[in-house]
């Protein structure tokens, strides 16, 4: 299964590689240079094929949990000062999306949405110091009941160039479901309450819906 935003890329990448295909087997008449180059096409298509698969996800919906937005690994656990929103300290962990990743982000956590926002900015590496506040990105806040507000923040890095967030303010959001994309390497910031109880460890491996970053 393949997310939507990854379509058009797929079906336009496999047009180019049969057209290529037929190309390179008229006019490119030495069989090890042919080989070579159809090889490398069936790679590119593999790795578009594989950056934008969506596969499902067994979310249990818990709202005393905070499941990670996305695959990737864990590169920060501390407690830092958020300036957006909260404005005062909280539990930040980041998890790093290489490109071989999963990159749908999905919900952290049930609620509504109360804050959406998307800030244009740079592109430095996603694991940068300063990417969490200069590079482009969106910050959206879902709030419940029982676990209070959490922020979760798509953070593009320097092969992102798009990040689609379907949340939007005043909408229901539901734990694990589907809050958009973003396009090759990137990272995706979470705040949390101080009182969290942090569930991961840095450089450990999650799933986005179905690890479990923190409970209450």
């Known amino acids: 299964m393949f997310h ?33 180059v159809m090889i490398a096409l069936l790679v590119l298509l593999i790795l578009i094929l594989q950056f ?13 949990q905070v499941l990670s937005p996305v695959d990737g690994k864990v590169v920060v656990i501390e407690e830092v ?3 957006e929103y909260f404005k005062e300290k909280r539990l930040q962990v980041s998890v790093f999306m290489s490109p071989l990743n999963v990159h749908v982000t999905r919900y952290p956590i049930s609620g509504n949405v109360i804050f959406s926002k998307y800030h244009p900015g740079k592109y430095l590496v996603a694991w940068h110091p300063k990417a969490s506040e200069e590079n482009e990105r969106t910050t959206v806040v879902v709030e419940n009941d029982t676990y209070g507000k959490v922020l979760y923040r798509q953070i593009a890095g320097a092969l992102a160039k798009r990040i689609v967030n379907y949340a939007k303010q005043n909408h229901k959001a539901t734990q694990g479901a ?16 101080l009182d969290t109880n942090i569930k991961v460890k840095l450089n450990e491996k999650v799933n986005g819906g179905e690890t479990i970053i923190a409970e209450m």
């Not at 934008?52 to 005393?64: A, E, S, V, Y």
């Open 81 to 83: 000062f958020e300036k």
């Open 52 to 64: 934008f698969r969506n596969p499902k996800r067994n979310t249990i919906l818990n709202d005393k």
């Open 4 to 36: 939507k935003e990854g379509h058009k890329i797929i079906f336009v990448t496999f047009v180019i590689v049969v057209a290529s295909f037929l190309l390179v087997d008229s006019f490119i008449s030495i069989y090890w240079i042919r080989t070579l």
């Open 178 to 193: 589907d809050a958009g994309f973003i396009k090759f390497g990137s990272r995706v910031d979470l705040f949390l309450p």
